[in-house]
């Protein structure tokens, strides 16, 4: 067969339920797959193909090795570089748009539907129709109930997807990705930031803009956090003017940079090490937080520590000081 027509399903695409399935896989691929080939070629006395190494799709796979992958997967078919197996969890469910692959096994029924909507749209997106095989496991009542009613749930597939929960706004939400939005804004908003990251430099009519419209669309959706995100605001604003950093992003100097890939400072952080200044910025919409060993350390409250006055960070100001405007909030008073 040639090699054109055959490359829709040169790549086999597993998609597994957990980790821990996905790890039994991979001593399959390396040892009972090779012995099945030669076993199947020997009776047809046929040349027995080379199966290339399995690679995986996973939190555990870092997010330079990901990029790879993903180069690699659009290598087709004929090329000695083209992947043979891609072993995934739901990471594949997102952001894995290549075209070229058409063939996938799901390795148990997923618990949501909008998860196997989602996992098995990643295939059959090219020319040639996407093959779906589900290796269903009769000892899971998940997946001998899908297995029963097959027919029935596969024609209202979309009749029951399960509604998403956002909370944009909320302090983890807050912690990752606002300050990223922040910068973005300051940064494209005007030409002479995308020169420089000193936020002196910034004209004071900018970040009054960018402030108003971030707290504006934060007002629109869900006011009761607007409070607290306008203090994260003014903290990172003043961060940002107080340490004048040279860049936006150098991970060769990452002292002087306002900000830093998140996957590596969670490294660092593991190993122990001082993690800098800059702000962890995620990459990718795949990022994932590490697991991590944590204790809960008990200290004064704010008023026991500062009296009648507020930590820095948060808290209601003290009515007997004066307090003076940040210079991105003037032009809004």
């Known amino acids: 067969m040639a090699d054109e027509v055959r490359d829709g399903y040169a790549t086999l695409l597993c998609y597994f339920n957990s980790l821990r399935e996905l790890g039994g896989a991979i001593v399959q691929m390396l040892d009972d797959v090779p012995d ?7 009776r047809r006395k046929e040349l027995a193909r080379t199966v290339s190494l399995p690679r995986e799709l996973t939190s555990r796979v870092s997010q330079k090795e990901i990029i790879e992958i993903l180069g690699e997967l659009k290598r087709r078919a ?13 990471m594949v469910s997102v ?9 996938m096994i799901v390795n148990g029924q997923p618990k949501t539907r909008s998860e196997y909507i989602q996992s098995t749209s990643r295939v059959g997106r090219s020319a040639y129709p996407g093959l779906v095989l589900s290796l269903l496991n009769a000892s899971k009542a ?3 109930s899908h297995f029963e009613t097959f027919p029935a749930w596969h024609g209202a597939i979309y009749r029951d997807v399960e509604a998403t929960s956002v909370t944009p706004f909320a302090s983890r939400a807050r912690d990752k990705a606002l300050h990223a939005v922040l910068v ?3 940064r494209h908003g005007d030409a002479a930031m995308a020169r420089t990251a000193r936020l002196d430099q910034a004209p004071d009519g900018l970040l009054a803009d ?36 040279m860049s ?35 990459n990718t919409m795949r990022s994932v937080e590490p697991a991590s060993r944590f204790r809960i350390a008990e200290v004064l ?28 909030r003037k032009n809004n008073a």
Request: charged content about 30%; glycine content about 8%.
């Open 142 to 144: 998940r997946d001998r």
């Open 36 to 42: 099945s080939i030669k076993l199947y070629s020997s």
């Open 248 to 282: 936006y992003i150098n991970p060769f100097k990452p002292a002087s940079s306002l900000l830093q890939y998140a996957e590596t400072h969670a490294k660092r952080m593991a190993a122990g090490r001082l993690s800098g200044a800059g702000w962890p910025t995620m």
């Open 95 to 103: 952001g894995v748009d290549v075209p070229r692959l058409g063939l």
């Open 301 to 328: 409250n704010d008023k026991a520590r500062h009296g009648t006055g507020t930590h820095p960070s948060g808290g209601e100001p003290n009515s007997s000081l004066p307090v003076e405007q940040p210079r991105w």
């Open 210 to 245: 960018v402030v108003s419209e971030i707290e504006r669309r934060i007002r629109s959706i869900d006011d009761r956090e607007l409070a607290l995100a306008e203090r994260e605001i003014d903290s990172r604003l003043a961060d940002w003017e107080a340490r004048a950093p």
């Open 78 to 90: 004929g090329d000695p570089d083209c992947v043979d197996v891609v072993l995934a969890t739901n």
């Open 184 to 186: 973005s804004m300051i």
